[in-house]
């Protein structure tokens, strides 16, 4: 499972996603913002120093893992991997298809949930990815990935407030995270945005 998949996104605006090893907090940094428009996909940025998410995938390799999957009924870490190898392509429906089969034998799964959660925001589902990670939330109250994709999800809803509350309550349990002041950075743009004008429009700003 991709312990570091994170999706961006400000006021319906898709600015990226993240794929590689998570090397402490949230990953290795956030990656510089990719704006595109909510209708196109997005396309992958690696978090700074990792890897460039794999393209292609060997068709050899899917096959033997559908084999040992279908072999092993009863085994969800076949259908896990075949999972990230769909996510790293960004074939999100194949990634989601294997985690949700994944976690038909593992229900308790709460990493496979998110990366779940996280293609279903990625590919414009929020509504659904926001549900899984309430679900992991709910069971997993510190799962640091997950609160972060929620608040991701809740933008993507339109959900300016929420998001960034939902920010702030990773700031207030995690505030020694080497990741915390970037995700300041975060909550402060989305509040700045989201904030009511104070002077009426066209008044002379006060000095």
């Given at each position: 499972?991709?312990?570091?998949?994170?999706?961006?996104?400000?006021?319906?605006?898709?600015?990226?996603?993240?794929?590689?090893?998570?090397?402490?907090?949230?990953?290795?940094?956030?990656?510089?913002?990719?704006p595109v428009t909510a209708a196109a996909a997005p396309?992958?940025?690696?978090?700074?120093?990792?890897?460039?998410?794999?393209?292609?995938?060997?068709?050899?390799?899917?096959?033997?893992?559908?084999?040992?999957?279908?072999?092993?009924?009863?085994?969800?870490?076949?259908?896990?991997?075949?999972?990230?190898?769909?996510?790293?392509?960004?074939?999100?429906?194949?990634?989601?298809?294997?985690?949700?089969?994944?976690?038909?034998?593992?229900?308790?799964?709460?990493?496979?949930?998110?990366?779940?959660?996280?293609?279903?925001?990625?590919?414009?589902?929020?509504?659904?990815?926001?549900?899984?990670?309430?679900?992991?939330?709910?069971k997993n109250p510190d799962h640091r990935l997950a609160?972060?994709?929620?608040?991701?999800?809740?933008?993507?809803?339109?959900?300016?407030?929420?998001?960034?509350?939902?920010?702030?309550?990773?700031?207030?349990?995690?505030?020694?995270?080497?990741?915390?002041?970037?995700?300041?950075?975060?909550?402060?743009?989305?509040?700045?945005?989201?904030?009511?004008?104070?002077?009426?429009?066209?008044?002379?700003?006060?000095?």
């Amino acid at each position: 499972m991709r312990r570091d998949t994170i999706a961006y996104s400000l006021a319906g605006t898709v600015f990226g996603f993240a794929l590689g090893y998570m090397a402490a907090g949230w990953g290795g940094g956030m990656p510089a913002p990719a704006p595109v428009t909510a209708a196109a996909a997005p396309a992958a940025v690696p978090a700074p120093g990792e890897p460039t998410p794999r393209t292609t995938i060997d068709p050899d390799e899917v096959k033997a893992l559908e084999t040992l999957a279908a072999a092993q009924p009863k085994d969800a870490s076949a259908r896990v991997q075949l999972g990230n190898m769909y996510m790293d392509a960004q074939r999100l429906d194949d990634a989601i298809r294997w985690y949700t089969e994944a976690l038909k034998i593992s229900p308790d799964s709460p990493d496979v949930e998110t990366d779940l959660g996280a293609c279903y925001v990625h590919s414009g589902r929020p509504a659904e990815g926001l549900q899984r990670f309430d679900a992991v939330l709910e069971k997993n109250p510190d799962h640091r990935l997950a609160m972060y994709n929620r608040g991701v999800a809740l933008l993507n809803l339109g959900r300016q407030k929420e998001a960034a509350d939902a920010w702030e309550a990773i700031l207030k349990r995690y505030p020694n995270d080497p990741q915390a002041a970037k995700l300041r950075q975060r909550v402060d743009e989305i509040r700045a945005a989201s904030a009511p004008s104070s002077a009426p429009a066209g008044a002379a700003a006060a000095r």
